[in-house]
């Protein structure tokens, strides 16, 4: 695309100016402040309502001496392109709005609009976005006009990915195939790429050596849990004789305690014992049960009362609805009254008749004019009537409703009466149920009989153990101190077995510390591996992409302290980065990348230079280029012999 003509009127400094590069490249020269940049914005905004730098909050009109913008000017853009051999014509005027309100004498401001036209004819919005989409997308656009686009607006991924797509990547397949090196690589990634792999060794690496750190503190802690014991075989050994012995003084014990007839008397006792805990057993059942059938009536008429409760509440809780209901439909009444008497009150207003023509502006016919005035007062007549007529109807239903509301009031006040007659009657049975007394059962004679026995029995059995009571408590006396010797043996048994549990698991932090250095060795030749790749995939693509451009060479990866690659874009001239190039280099540079990217999309449009002055050999593009030179000793801007105000 070339630009033919651009026209601008009140646009931001500039009143009234026009250049006409006819599709050459062309210079413009003028100090600072006398509107090169604004020749840039009005060109991106005529495109896409933007100004040059991307940005679409900045004031277009022309600012006063107060600094505010200047009121009932109109500004526009007007530009001519020739693209894919034809001439079009695109322009923007934007204006205030002023709206005359009814009622009103004069119009008042209501914001601003834009009007679009192509080849001057008027045209919606979309219809002018629609069209400059047919001539490129807006970041191409700004890609392929401003030669510090790439380097200085587009992040470094997103240059990356252009490159790629000007150049055309090399597969991962293509770089091994082409290195027998990398052969293995192929069985390693297992389908997946290099990036995707080297993201998993990297997460199985740190999580490998989380856990050989903590490895050998755990193998520490489990032999800091070592328990001093003697052999197995030596306390099992010892441990058997103690419970022999063991079992030898307790059958003397029962011995001497079931002498002199203990044991009958003992076995009766018990007989005795169980007998009256089934007596005793059955007369708690059936209190419990009385209890509960006591408890059960209880329950039921306070069930009865709290059923009632609730009743009562939801018929309280209706009434209360219905005189809701009844006071806002006697106030929809009353509202309606009000409307109909406001609408029996309009009149009939013959200002609102036109008598001026629209079109032409001049005065209607007085025959027309009353004409007019009669049907309009004919209409708002019949309208008046039917609005009352809506109104009444409207009224008569509300009244319909509130008679219905009424009768509903009647039988909720019967029913709540009803109700608190009921309710009374069942907190009445509910005070008789909880007063009623519960009825105990009584325990048989033989209940009796068999607690004299049982004290006499008991009595018997103490006087023989008497006579017995101090070998019996010298036995006991050595049980216990055997019983002693056996808990710490017991305690020996289980410190032992501890310490084989202790054993094994350091063991198994042995060979888990032995394989899993295996896998991190593993680990280790398969990311030096997936860096050898990335180092011959780098100096393929490098190669490829530089062949490219003449002046402009990439730098796609950044080599770490680590020794591995991590992917980056960054342009360089003569191993110089961009970021310390001088400013002329950086825009040379730039051109020579907009003309390769123009290549590539098969298009190119006009290359706004700006700051043009400090190259003094600006590089050829076979698109045009609007240069724009700072220049003390032109205080107004000049656009070489080709200048020209509007006329």
Known sequence: MELIKLVMKNFKGLSDFIIEPRGETVELFGDNGTGKTTIADAFFWLLFGKDSLNSAQFEIKPLGADGKPKTNIDVSVEGVFQFDGKQITLKKVYYEKYTKKRGSASKEFTGHTTDYFIDGVPTKKKEFDDTVKTIAEEQTFRLLTNPRYFNE???WQKRRALLLEICGNITDADVIDANEDLADLAGVLNGRNIDDHKKIIKARKTKINEELKALPIRIDEANNSFVKARGEKTVKSALAGINERLKEKNAELINLENGGGIASREKELAEIDAKRIRI?????????????????????????????????????????????????LEKQIADKRDEFFKVDAETFDTDEIVTICPTCGQDIPENQIEEARKNARAAFNQQQADRKRNINNAGKAVSSELKASRLDRE?????????????AKAKANLKKAEEEPIKQAEFPPAHKEMADRTITLQTEIDGIKDGNSVAVESLKAEIGEIESQKAKLDTEILQIEENSKIDERIKKYMADEKRLAAEYERLECELNLCEDFIRAKVSMLETSINEKFDLARFKLFDEQINGGLAECCEVTVDGVPY??????????????????????????????????????????TSAQQIRLFVSPDHPELVFGAETKKAA
């Open 153 to 155: 607006v587009m992040t």
């Open 280 to 328: 005793e057993s059955e007369i708690s059942r059936e209190n419990r049960k009385a209890k509960d059938d006591h408890d059960d009536a209880v329950e039921e008429c306070r069930r009865a009362v709290d059923a009632l409760d609730r009743v009562l509440e939801g018929e309280k809780g209706k009434l209360n609805r219905i005189e809701k209901e009844i006071a806002a």
């Open 411 to 423: 039988k909720a006040l019967a029913g709540i009466e009803s109700t608190e007659k009921a309710l």
């Open 579 to 620: 970021g310390s190039l001088n400013n002329a280099m950086r825009i040379n540079v730039g051109l020579s990348i907009c003309e390769v990217v123009a290549a590539h999309h098969g298009r190119d449009f006009p290359i706004f230079v700006d700051n043009a002055e400090a190259v003094t050999d600006l590089y050829q």
